[in-house]
């Protein structure tokens, strides 16, 4: 799929898709992984595809004490996301990415507040892991 390397046909195509803001430091995040993956801008050309994306970032308790303490949290961050040829309009890719991390609640506000971070970051690149991968097979596709 790779082949060419850094000069080849699919590198070429993906670095030709723009990333559309997206909202909130998840959004920041992600975006960041995308550009670093994609090459999001290296030709200076303008843009021939658009990728759009939504993000949903939960964070929600599982263990549970019996005075009702949270012992154990997990957070997920999902994508929802487009890519769109900017010439016709057309949508080439309409799929969903994520993934999701347990942490230990413990007595310390510092350290779970790092945990909760820690999992954002993790998460951020693996949904980008993803969304990469699902681009790169559909530009490969395309004829």
Known sequence: MYAGGGSGELARSL?????????GQSG?????????RLGAGKTGDAA???????????????GQLSNDAITRERRTLRA?????????????????????AGFDVVNSEYAVIA?????L????QEVADQIV???????????
Do not use: M
Request: hydrophobic share 35%; proline share 3%; net charge negative.
């Open 15 to 23: 670095s030709q898709v723009s990333i559309s803001p997206i909202e």
């Open 115 to 119: 945990a909760e971070q820690t999992a």
């Open 121 to 124: 970051e993790n998460l951020s």
């Open 28 to 36: 920041w995040l992600v975006r960041n992984a995308l550009t670093d």
């Open 80 to 100: 929802r996301y487009q890519l769109v040829d900017t010439q016709n309009g057309s949508v080439l890719l309409d799929a969903t990415a994520g993934s999701d």
């Open 48 to 62: 021939r595809y658009r990728l759009d994306v939504r993000l949903d970032d939960r964070v929600e308790g599982l």
């Open 133 to 143: 991968t699902r681009v790169s097979v559909r530009l490969r596709q395309k004829p």
